[in-house]
T-cell receptor
Framework: SQQGEEDPQALSIQEGENATMNCSYK?????LQWYRQNSGRGLVHLIL?????REKHSGRLRVTLDTSKKSSSLLITASRAADTASYFC????????????FGKGTKLTVNP | DTAVSQTPKYLVTQMGNDKSIKCEQN?????MYWYKQDSKKFLKIMFS???????INETVPNRFSPKSPDKAHLNLHINSLELGDSAVYFC??????????????FGPGTRLTVL
């Protein structure tokens, strides 16, 4: 069964605005990752947050994790047209980390 | 200096044919994966190999057979192709076998279209 579920499915904003994407999952996890996929390309790893972490930053990215609500959010600040892509969360499970289960993604469009 | 490469990038074929997709990584990683991404962008793990040994074999029709001649290569052979096999297939690799705690590096994908 699908583990991660992102919302919104699609998000359209203006350059300079912040973009927030959310991910909910069903079972307990060890780690949660966010990936970006540009149109027609492979996925690129953005950030990994462990289950004992609540927040992590990387450049203009901020990820939060709330294990009690089984949810995570990805915030992109001061967005740029180049941030236009689909964003996926992926989780393992506490039972084992041999595989990642991906959500369906949020398609972000940043208009110049 | 492509880290994870796949060939071919596009594959158009008739139903019933047999085809292969090749993947190579030059990162020195121990683990390689095949994923299938459907038309709704849903990405699902199919197989993973660690040092040429099969670790994950999801519920995939046995028409799909992965082969890992060495830890830098993981190929996917598909027999008797069906319309529902049309998708984008991604190869990925990670340093160790714990996908959940490892960064995965993805190839550019192979878009398979079955007519």
């Amino acid at each position: 069964s699908q583990q991660g579920e992102e919302d919104p499915q699609a998000l359209s904003i203006q350059e300079g605005e912040n973009a927030t994407m959310n991910c909910s999952y069903k079972t307990s996890i060890n780690n949660l990752q966010w990936y970006r996929q540009n149109s027609g390309r492979g996925l690129v790893h953005l950030i990994l947050i462990r289950s004992n972490e609540r927040e992590k930053h990387s450049g203009r990215l901020r990820v939060t994790l709330d294990t009690s609500k089984k949810s995570s959010s990805l915030l992109i600040t001061a967005s740029r047209a180049a941030d236009t892509a689909s964003y996926f969360c992926a989780t393992d499970s506490q039972g084992g980390s041999e595989k990642l289960v991906f959500g369906k993604g949020t398609k972000l469009t940043v208009n110049p | 200096d492509t880290a994870v490469s796949q060939t071919p990038k596009y594959l158009v074929t008739q139903m019933g044919n047999d085809k292969s997709i090749k993947c190579e990584q030059n990162l020195g990683h121990d683990t390689m994966y095949w994923y299938k991404q459907d038309s709704k962008k849903f990405l699902k793990i199919m197989f993973s190999y660690n040092n040429k040994e099969l670790i994950i074999n999801e519920t995939v029709p046995n028409r799909f057979s992965p082969k890992s001649p060495d830890k830098a290569h993981l190929n996917l052979h598909i027999n008797s192709l069906e319309l529902g096999d049309s998708a984008v297939y991604f190869c990925a690799s990670s340093l160790m076998g714990l996908a959940g705690s490892d960064t995965q590096y993805f190839g550019p994908g192979t878009r398979l279209t079955v007519l």
